[in-house]
């Protein structure tokens, strides 16, 4: 299961926002409904469909020189739902409709490449999502990728990352993956445990992960990325010892690891609502805080770098994160495909949430854009603020000199508030949140938020 700040595709995030962080109020410890990620700003509930008048204009303004411009396609298949699974995927899709699918994907890159916003650039980054986009086969993964090359070309992309769910792949298609262009290969593992694999809804199990591993290994990927989920259904604190264990032997370049919550639209919160249940039967904030630290630990001991709230590298001079890092600082984003959302030209968009509307629309001519948000000049520099400080660092000075803004001015009241709670630093140019502000900042970034959007049920 991808998730959050690596990736964007789907339609609402909702967010428990009855938390309150240490030292403000007592701190809700339990896992109850809600999203705890933040991904973007201002929060989603404020997107409307009066929004998409101005991404029309902006699609047909110039680009502001310097900006980069990176391409996301989200590939909603998946062969089975995972129950804690929110994003936009479908399991019961043919061959045709998934056909049908690439084809108007590539159609709707092919109208966007005649507007004024691509002006002469080429592509810095491209990201492959979903959903599972390893579930295409060979031929359909290859086409793909010709013809969206033949629109617009990838001569000079930095990074191209490819999401996986391990049993999907065998040599022959991770070799064909190699071969399209992918420099960053993410395997979607989650839990190591068969048992914890199966109640958790994941379609893989334990073997196919050391094949597929292996497998891509052997084929040379520039950067293979693992992901891990603390605190899913029925984890344990031997299991999760076994699987920071099982990590380190397989020693990938990168490593994320994702706190487990369980948002409206999942199977889980159904049961969890046909039960009459509040709490979620994960484990709670505090524990799951408490592996994922103890997971970056094994991983420093072993020579890696906690670069982010999720991600700890290997290698940092042989690792980077150019979607992220990139999208955090303001890059376009042409996102296509279903419930697929990005930023162009200064505003905010998604396309259409359902699979029909959207391959309609594109057959009839159209974009498939519904909804749209154009942040004032603070939004967005609450944006890229909040953002860059799931990194754990930030340097007031960039945001000065590309806002003309002090932060510690703008935000000296939460900045205050987070320094008592004992989470955040300021040293001379630079804000440091300490490993404890960094597993919970999610939770402090709403401190930040405007007040119109502190209660929105989204974020």
């Known amino acids: 299961m991808p998730l959050g700040n690596e990736h964007m595709s789907e339609m609402s995030q909702p967010v428990d926002t009855t938390t309150a962080p240490s030292g403000q109020a007592a701190e809700e410890k339990r896992t109850t409904v809600g999203n705890y990620f933040v991904s973007n700003y201002p929060p989603f509930s404020f997107w409307k469909k009066e929004g998409v008048d101005d991404f029309e204009r902006a699609i047909a303004r110039p680009p502001e020189p310097g900006t980069p411009l990176g391409l996301y396609l989200h590939i909603p298949f998946c062969r089975k739902r995972c129950h804690f699974c929110y994003f936009r995927v479908y399991t019961d899709k043919n061959a045709a409709a998934i056909n049908g699918y690439l084809k108007a994907a590539v159609k709707e890159l092919e109208c966007y490449r005649r507007q004024p916003f691509i002006g002469d650039r080429s592509l810095d980054f491209v990201y492959f999502g979903g959903g599972t986009p390893s579930y295409l086969s060979v031929d359909q993964l290859t086409q793909l990728t010709q013809e969206l090359k033949g629109v617009l070309p990838w001569d000079r992309v930095r990074e191209v990352t490819f999401e996986c769910e391990p049993g999907t792949l065998t040599s022959h298609k991770l070799k064909a993956i190699r071969e399209l262009g992918v420099t960053r290969l993410s395997l979607g593992i989650e839990n190591f445990d068969d048992h914890i694999l199966e109640i958790n809804g994941r379609a893989h199990r334990s073997r196919e992960i050391e094949r597929a591993y292996g497998d891509a290994r052997e084929l040379g990927f520039p950067q293979i990325n693992i992901d891990l989920i603390a605190g899913m259904v029925e984890e344990t604190e031997e299991n999760w010892r076994r699987c920071i264990e099982k990590t380190l032997a397989l020693s990938p370049d990168s490593v994320t690891i994702y706190q487990m919550e369980v948002p409206y639209n999942t199977t889980i919160y159904k049961e969890m609502k046909e039960a009459g249940k509040l709490v979620a039967p994960v484990a709670d904030w505090e524990t799951k805080r408490r592996w994922v630290k103890e997971a970056f630990h094994a991983l420093e001991e072993a020579g890696y770098t906690v670069g982010s709230a999720y991600t700890a590298v290997k290698d ?16 376009d984003l042409l996102a296509l495909g279903v419930a697929s959302f990005g930023h162009i030209g200064g505003t905010h968009y998604q396309n259409q949430h359902d699979f029909e509307p959207y391959v309609n629309a594109i057959l009839d001519g159209k974009l498939p854009v519904y909804r749209g948000l154009t942040p004032s ?15 754990g660092r930030s340097r007031c000075s960039y945001f000065n000199d590309k806002f003309g803004t002090d932060v510690l001015e703008r935000f000296a009241e939460p900045i205050d508030r987070i320094r008592k709670w004992g989470f955040l630093s300021v040293d001379g140019d630079e804000l440091r949140l300490n490993r404890e502000g960094l597993l919970q900042v999610d939770r402090l970034l709403h401190e930040f938020f405007l007040p119109e959007h502190r209660n929105a049920r989204y974020a």
């Open 316 to 331: 940092k001079s042989k690792t980077s994160f150019v979607y992220r890092d990139q999208l955090w600082a303001g890059a």
């Open 377 to 391: 000049a603070d939004e967005r520099l609450i944006r890229e603020f909040i953002l860059q400080l799931k990194l």
